[in-house]
């Protein structure tokens, strides 16, 4: 089986959408993975803010990667976002994943994004399914 650093890397190897957005691996250990971005002028809405699709996104990702460092194949069943804080050009985002079940078919996970000044910007709920494969 391989490592959760290993699976992690492979996810994100053919992960085109997260190596676009420019997700940053800061950490990996079973069960638990820390991304980072920058947000950049192509991330920004109409209103000169980001997009609330760009956190969705990092949480979703980081959602997947961690799930799957546990070494079975999982996808998302179900998710949910709330934006707490607007964010702004150049502002750096870092999402932190807590685990709050896992079974054998299903884990519950939350995801809290922070920016560089340690602020809460969105709290992301994930429900997953897991499949019997193994990584």
């Known amino acids: 089986m391989l490592s959760p650093k290993e699976i992690v890397h492979k996810m994100y190897d053919n992960d085109p959408f997260s190596k676009w957005l420019g997700i940053s691996i800061e950490s990996v250990s079973k069960g638990n993975v820390v991304l980072s971005l920058k947000i950049t002028q192509d991330m920004l809405n109409g209103f000169g803010i980001a997009h609330g699709g760009i956190t969705y996104s990092l949480a979703d990702s980081a959602l997947a990667f ?48 922070h920016n560089q000044k340690e602020e809460l910007v969105a709290f992301f709920k994930g429900i997953v399914y897991r499949t019997s494969k193994k990584w």
């Open 66 to 113: 961690s799930v799957n460092s546990n070494g079975i194949q999982s996808v998302s069943l179900e998710t949910s976002i709330s934006h707490t804080k607007p964010l702004y050009l150049n502002d750096i985002i870092k999402a932190t994943i807590t685990e709050i079940s896992l079974t054998n078919k299903t884990g519950i996970y939350e995801i809290k994004i």
